[in-house]
Nanobody, 119 residues
């Protein structure tokens, strides 16, 4: 199982960035996918979540109206479009997969990608 994030980097406040998470090793279309983030000295927090079929999403309060999560089940990839970025969005962003396996619930994490918002 692999979740590989990409697209992070250094941007200025107000700019946009799109993160991608490429999944392999499991049935991607059967798993709910999420983006979490963790800033230095803070706990990991949920940024956005999307259901397995993509029909439902929800967002953390701090990113509502600015971030959009989407997925392409044909490409086994989930995206996070981030707009109007703020310095407080600076964090490591992690991709997360949650679903059911034969033995029970399964949760997978990516290695993270750094997003830095600074002028």
């Amino acid at each position: 199982v692999q979740l590989v994030e990409s697209g992070g980097g250094l941007v200025q406040p107000g700019e946009s960035l799109r993160l991608s998470c490429a999944a392999s090793g499991f049935t991607f279309s059967s798993y709910g996918m999420s983006w979490y983030r963790q800033a230095p000295g803070k706990e990991r927090e949920l940024v956005a979540r999307i259901t397995s079929g993509g029909g439902s999403t929800n967002y953390g309060n701090s990113v509502k109206g600015r971030f959009t999560i989407s997925r392409d089940n044909a490409k086994n990839t989930v995206y996070l479009q981030m707009s109007s970025l703020k310095p407080e969005d600076t964090a490591v962003y992690f991709c997360n997969a949650q679903g059911q396996g034969l033995g029970g619930p399964r949760i997978f994490w990516g290695q993270g990608t750094q997003v830095t918002v600074s002028s």
